[in-house]
């Protein structure tokens, strides 16, 4: 289960505060498929970082495509 309990996060400070996240709750069931949807800017990077979401991957292997020779 993926729990992230009253996020909130802010760029900046006073009158120009950018309020990226405020007071956000999310819980996604174990096995769920979900997807996080809005306009740039809107905060979901942000809010998938702070639960800790986002991992890096170790190893990412590329296959070249049908179309593109193996070598020159």
Same mark, same amino acid.
Do not use: N
């Given at each position: 289960?993926?729990?992230?309990?009253?996020?909130?996060?802010?760029?900046?400070?006073?009158?120009?505060?950018?309020?990226?996240?405020?007071?956000?709750?999310?819980? /996604?069931?174990? *096995?769920?498929?979900? *997807?996080?949807?809005?306009?740039?800017?809107? *905060?979901?990077?942000?809010?998938?970082?702070? *639960?800790?979401?986002?991992?890096?991957?170790?190893? /990412?292997?590329?296959?070249?495509?049908?179309?593109?020779?193996?070598?020159?």
């Amino acid at each position: 289960m993926i729990t992230i309990e009253s996020v909130s996060r802010s760029y900046g400070s006073g009158e120009r505060a950018v309020h990226a996240l405020q007071d956000v709750s999310l819980h /996604v069931a174990r *096995g769920s498929i979900f *997807g996080v949807v809005g306009q740039s800017g809107a *905060g979901k990077s942000t809010l998938l970082r702070r *639960g800790r979401v986002l991992e890096v991957l170790d190893l /990412v292997e590329l296959a070249p495509s049908p179309a593109t020779p193996a070598c020159c």
